[in-house]
């Protein structure tokens, strides 16, 4: 076992194959950063020790009971989720592709090209973000995108179909929303802008957490042109947007109803 001063910090000793496991049974950089600061608040086990540990956790995370929470704060219709932090299945060992999607996500935002005024802190923070997911969630959650993309296909130029789904996570200051939309386009970057904001405004005040609050969008839109299956892009809004009645207005005029040239699905 290793052993050292106190240095004001959590810290851990792994042996290069403990590291391996780690990342080989979570493959979230977030996941496994979290799991390190818990193992680190224990007991030191002895050095190749960690992946009994981290069963040991494991098992105790599926024996936990779900923490209680009030779904109407995301909105109507809101149902629970709960999932152990730590699964006892490596990461994506379903051998389909649903777990690959949200890497895929990560890897769109990591390769973009960044515009105006965005620096590569905001996209870190954008890939921190997203990389909460939890582990035991994203397989469902790449099936999810897969569907959406099936779900919205192209019809004519004037129809556009949506979907979406969102989640908060337990602290109440999170909110991740994924979608898929018919076509890309400026006028669909403007409405999918305009429902993160109003979806994040509607959360952060039923919470009464406006000002640590924030949302993060990801709508994926399909292409058709063989280049790539689809267009990733990407929302972010933190803390009291101040929206004024009249953005609201018209915000809820766009979303909180369908019409004959925009069909929305939306999952809270």
């Known amino acids: 076992m290793a052993s050292w001063a106190p240095l004001g910090v959590p810290a851990i000793a792994l042996t290069r194959r403990d590291w391996d496991f780690l990342c080989d049974q979570l493959r979230s950089t977030t996941a496994v950063l979290d799991y390190l600061s818990r193992a680190a608040a224990e007991s030191p086990v002895p050095l190749g020790d960690e992946p009994v540990r981290y069963y040991e956790f494991a098992a105790a995370d599926a024996e936990a009971q779900p923490a209680k929470m009030d779904t109407d704060r995301i909105g109507a219709g809101g149902t629970l989720f709960s999932a152990p932090l730590l699964p006892q299945a490596p990461a994506g060992d379903d051998g389909t592709r649903a777990h690959q999607m949200v890497r895929l996500v990560l890897e769109d935002v990591a390769l973009s090209p960044l515009d105006g005024l965005l620096t590569e802190a905001n996209r870190f923070t954008v890939l921190s973000d997203l990389d909460r997911l939890p582990v035991s969630a994203r397989a469902e959650w790449g099936h999810l995108l897969l569907d959406m993309l099936h779900d919205v296909p192209e019809v004519h130029a004037e129809h556009v179909t949506w979907r979406f789904r969102r989640v908060l996570d337990q602290t109440l200051a999170q909110q991740l929303i994924v979608g898929a939309a018919t076509r890309f386009g400026r006028d669909i970057q403007v409405a999918f802008t305009a429902f993160v904001q109003l979806r994040h405004h509607e959360v952060s005040i039923r919470t009464g957490r406006r000002q640590e609050s924030s949302a993060i969008g990801v709508l994926l839109?399909?292409?058709?042109?063989g280049t790539r299956p689809w267009d990733t892009s990407v929302v972010r809004v933190h803390g009291d947007?101040?929206?004024?009645?009249?953005?609201?207005r018209v915000y809820r005029e766009t979303w909180d109803r369908t019409t004959a040239d925009a069909a929305v699905v939306e999952d809270a």
């Open 241 to 248: 947007l101040e929206l004024t009645e009249d953005d609201l």
């Open 221 to 225: 839109t399909p292409r058709h042109d």
